[in-house]
């Protein structure tokens, strides 16, 4: 295929992938031309501090760090702002925008993903709202400033990050999750349950072990109209005003997909986060690497980085090292490492009055996966160091 010399490098998004992937670019090359084509308006935030908008009282622009011009200017990008990028066609080197097509050298997926909302009936499904971008969050942030009672479907690191934050800023709170604890996929019982406590004691009501099945407008007088009655697959029903998905995140790869590309729970990327065409790339939230998708701001930084060198002409594999995930519960903080839920040998809990840590081996006795919360989170960094390895 005829590479198209003059054409720049094309980036779809402007989320955090997309921007470190043009600072990276930046630190090496000032010269090579870049376009960036967003959905939003360009603007810079740091996302996780969605996590506690609502009881630091934010609003969405408070969480904006340089606007999308201001981004464009001391990157030295062109910036194609609230523009939806309608296909891709790779093999014309192009991609189209409202009946337009612009040519790329090469072209970078950093598309995201979209919250996750679980099938269910009722009149008021619609109004559920999702919190996975800071246009969501300003959408939402008058009705989840005056909401007195909220629902979050999702007892998942994010949902149970927002729990506790709505709980903090005084909302009572139902959070509803399908499995038997929170974070089924990433605590130990043993810390979900203390978690659990800790939520219960804000006065979060936990509804585990079922799903919501129908959100209404509320037909009951006595409340405000506007409410929402939802109801849970083990029958129990509540009056709220504002119901939250968090339950999970869905990679925006259609793109991709209609492009006749490989797409499995991501887009597929090689190691140097090619997509099966040639001169696409994917990465972030959209990217599925080593059968992965890895939504988490660190990968896709070192991706960035190593992706950065590739599309300069160093080709270079991406090498993720072993990576802490934090969870922003501040009444109860909790990191953790590697896998230490699923396929354990042997947990090793130590636990006292000040926290807990458990760490999970395999059979060959390798440190898997570890968990650590309250005091013992010291301990992450000495832990993350031996993941992998037998531990004497
Ligand atoms: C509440 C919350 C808390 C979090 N906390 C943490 C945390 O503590 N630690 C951590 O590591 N991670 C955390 N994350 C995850 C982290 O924020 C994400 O992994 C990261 O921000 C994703 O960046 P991205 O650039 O891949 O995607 P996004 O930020 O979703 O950006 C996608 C971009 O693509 C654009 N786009 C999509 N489709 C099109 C199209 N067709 N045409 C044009 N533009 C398009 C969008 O407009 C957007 O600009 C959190 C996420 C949430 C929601």
New binding site residues.
């Given amino acids: 295929m005829s590479e198209q010399l003059d054409a720049p490098i094309v980036i ?7 921007y470190q992937l043009i600072k990276a670019i930046r630190r090496s090359d000032q010269r090579v031309k870049i376009q960036v ?4 308006n360009g603007d810079d935030y740091n ?2 501090d ?2 506690h908008v609502v009881s630091k009282q934010q609003l969405a622009s408070d969480l904006v760090r340089a606007s999308g011009l201001e981004m464009a200017e001391q990157l030295n990008f062109e910036l194609f702002a609230n ?3 309608d296909s891709i066609a790779p093999e014309q080197q192009q991609i189209m925008v409202a009946g337009k097509a612009y040519s790329y050298a090469k072209l970078v997926m ?4 979209r919250a996750f909302v679980p099938p269910m009936s009722g009149n008021a499904v619609d109004r559920i709202v999702t ?3 800071l246009q969501e969050y300003q959408a939402a942030e008058q009705e989840l400033a005056l909401a007195k009672r909220v629902l979050v479907i999702g007892g998942g690191l ?1 949902g149970s ?1 927002l729990s506790m934050d709505l709980a903090t800023a005084g909302k009572q709170v139902i959070t509803v999750d399908p499995c038997e604890q929170l974070m089924a996929n990433l605590l130990p019982e043993y810390i979900a349950t203390e978690l659990s406590k800790l939520m219960q004691q804000l006065g979060v009501h936990l509804a585990l072990n079922t799903k919501v099945t129908r959100i209404d407008l509320s037909n009951d007088s006595s409340n405000n109209s506007g409410c929402l009655q939802v109801t849970l697959a083990n029958g129990e029903s509540f009056i709220v005003d504002t119901v939250i998905s968090a339950a999970g995140l869905q990679a ?1 790869s259609l ?1 991709a997909k209609q492009a006749g590309l490989m797409v499995n729970r991501g887009i597929v990327v090689d190691n140097q986060l090619q997509t099966s065409a040639m001169d696409v790339y994917a990465l ?3 990217a599925e690497i080593g059968g992965k998708v890895l ?4 990968p ?1 930084l070192v991706c960035a980085n190593a992706l950065a060198k590739t599309l300069l002409g160093h080709e270079t594999a991406v090498v993720l090292p072993a990576m802490l995930v ?1 969870v ?1 519960t501040p009444h109860y903080p909790i990191q953790l490492a590697g896998q230490a839920v699923h396929q354990v040998n042997r947990w090793q809990l130590d636990i006292d009055s000040q926290g807990s840590c458990v760490q999970a081996f395999d059979t060959d006795e390798r440190l898997q996966g570890f968990v650590v919360a309250g005091q013992h989170m010291s301990k992450a960094f000495g832990l993350l160091k031996h993941l992998g390895k037998p531990v004497a």
């Avoid at 779809?12 to 997309?18: P, Q, R, T, W, Y």
């Fill in positions: 779809i998004g402007s989320g955090f992938a997309a084509f967003t959905a939003d996302k996780p969605l996590s523009t939806f990028v950093a598309t995201g993903g919190l996975n971008s994010i990050e925006n793109l972030g939230d959209c939504a988490y701001l660190q896709a934090k922003k």
